[in-house]
Antibody, heavy 125, light 106 residues
Framework: QVQLQESGPGLVKPLQTLSLTCTVS??????????WTWIRQPPGKGLEWTGY???????YYNPSLKSRVSISVDASKNQFSLRLSSVTAADTAVYYC?????????????????WGQGTMVTVSS | DIQMTQSPSSLSASVGDRVTITCRAS??????LNWYQQKPGKAPNLLIY???NLHSGVPSRFSASGSGTDFTLTISSLQPEDFATYFC?????????FGQGTKLEI
């Protein structure tokens, strides 16, 4: 079955760029109508949707992150990536990659059905 | 942006109890509401999609209902493995948003 695994630095300095990669195994990132997603969770807090990329490259971002965020896909490696620029301590969080899928129940609705285990990123000098 | 508000924020219960968690959206989201369960140190797991549909493999003691702005998640008879944090999430529009979570404690 499809599995997701995040990778990247656990420590990023303030004002630098956070870069994470999610490797998809057990299935092709280019198959099916899936939305490859990043969601983060600050320590002890709730979940924040960062954005997602459709397998054909269309992206949707959380406006709260303004122009700091970008998500890209590398189909040849079956990976998708998150870049978050000009980070501050407020960006310290566990970052999850997840798959957004459409479910039919009389109409289509989207949900995050597969998640990576998460990776902790701390922003500190 | 759509704000999702859950109540209560925490809930103490015992094995065998029936519990209900509420989620309210700041505007109508029809039935575009999902529920997730998260255990400490783990990623969330999808429980319910489209307000009332059990995801594959989710025990039938979980049920959910609602439409528009008001939704509920019910666990009919709590099992030890159900003690976790539960989040609602709207899939009506972007940016996707989650409730703040309800921590279910023994």
């Amino acid at each position: 079955q499809v599995q997701l695994q995040e990778s990247g630095p656990g420590l990023v300095k303030p004002l630098q760029t956070l870069s994470l990669t999610c490797t998809v195994s057990g299935g092709s990132i280019s198959s099916g109508d899936y939305y490859w997603t990043w969601i983060r969770q600050p320590p002890g807090k709730g979940l924040e949707w960062t954005g997602y990329i459709y397998y054909i490259g269309t992206t949707y971002y959380n406006p709260s992150l303004k122009s700091r965020v970008s998500i890209s896909v590398d189909a040849s490696k079956n990976q998708f990536s998150l870049r978050l620029s000009s980070v501050t301590a407020a960006d310290t969080a566990v970052y999850y990659c997840a798959r957004g899928a459409d479910f039919w129940s009389g109409y289509y609705t989207r949900a995050f059905d597969i998640w990576g285990q998460g990776t902790m990123v701390t922003v500190s000098s | 942006d759509i704000q999702m508000t859950q109540s209560p924020s925490s809930l103490s219960a015992s094995v065998g109890d029936r519990v209900t968690i509420t989620c309210r959206a700041s505007q109508s989201i029809n039935r575009n509401l999902n529920w997730y369960q998260q255990k400490p140190g783990k990623a969330p797991n999808l429980l319910i999609y489209a307000a009332s549909n059990l995801h594959s493999g989710v025990p039938s003691r979980f049920s959910a209902s609602g439409s528009g702005t008001d939704f509920t998640l019910t666990i009919s008879s709590l099992q030890p493995e159900d003690f976790a944090t539960y989040f609602c999430q709207q899939s009506y529009t972007t940016p996707r948003s989650f409730g703040q979570g309800t921590k279910l404690e023994i």
